[in-house]
């Protein structure tokens, strides 16, 4: 059973000690790359409104459309052979590749030591980095995934301020404990399609949907915070 670094929000009453840190998370996304499928009730729908527009439009003259379909024609021709929708790393299901799932958004996972994670083990987690001495929790959020990726060059951080933010912290039979409030920032890949990630035993690019199989227990939570 895969684990994941987020718990059930718990409130500490009584003479427990807990101390509360603060976490910037970064949703890091890549934007869908060919168009989606158009969904069968909308392609009805254009072709019913196709079908209504040439029952009454306005008709020209035969000499006028003559002319109008005579220009612009050269002896130039062109052969267009669209790409593949579906590709080796969709066939194989390799999640470590951004060659997938080309009109959907991806978003990236790691594998490794995360703040708050049960006796230190690796859970899946998105980027993080607790917050300590930096100027923002923006600038929190760039080094948390600058540490990941090696360099920003190739991300575009959407706006200063955070998307979504959770509580999480350990078990009810520990006294003194330390809480972890997170922060997401959103920031999306720009114009790569390979990156060399590290600090971590493993990644994977997925799907909202697929993002659910990693925290089942957050499906609400992250529905909110995805909406798309």
């Not at 890949?189 to 925290?215: H, P, Q, S």
Request: hydrophobic letters at 35%; one cysteine or more; proline letters at 6%.
């Amino acid at each position: 059973m895969q684990r994941s670094l987020f718990w059930p929000l718990l409130t500490r009453r009584g003479f427990s000690t807990t101390v509360e840190k603060i976490v910037a998370s970064v949703l890091f996304e890549r934007l869908p790359v060919v168009i989606p499928k158009i969904d069968p009730v909308v392609y009805a729908f254009q072709e019913y409104s196709i079908r209504w527009q040439q029952q009454y439009r306005r008709k020209y003259p035969s000499e006028f459309l003559d002319k109008s379909n005579a220009r612009g024609k050269g002896d130039y021709h062109i052969d267009y052979v669209p790409a593949p929708r579906i590709t080796e790393a969709d066939k194989n299901n390799d999640r470590r590749s951004l060659q997938r799932a080309l009109d959907r958004r991806l978003y990236l996972l790691l594998n490794g030591n995360a703040y708050g994670a049960p006796s230190d083990k690796p859970v899946w987690h998105f980027p993080e980095k607790l917050y300590e001495s930096e100027e923002t929790l923006r600038k929190c959020a760039e080094s948390a995934l600058k540490s990941v990726l090696g360099d920003l060059a190739h991300t575009y951080f959407v706006g200063n301020a955070p998307m979504a933010h959770m509580v999480s912290g350990p078990s009810e039979n520990i006294l003194d404990s330390t809480s972890f409030k997170r922060f997401f920032f959103k920031s999306q890949v720009i114009a790569t399609n390979k990156f060399r990630i590290g600090k971590c035993k493993d990644y994977v690019w997925v799907t909202k949907d697929e993002l659910m199989e990693y925290f089942p227990e957050q499906a609400e939570f992250l529905n909110k915070m995805i909406i798309s």
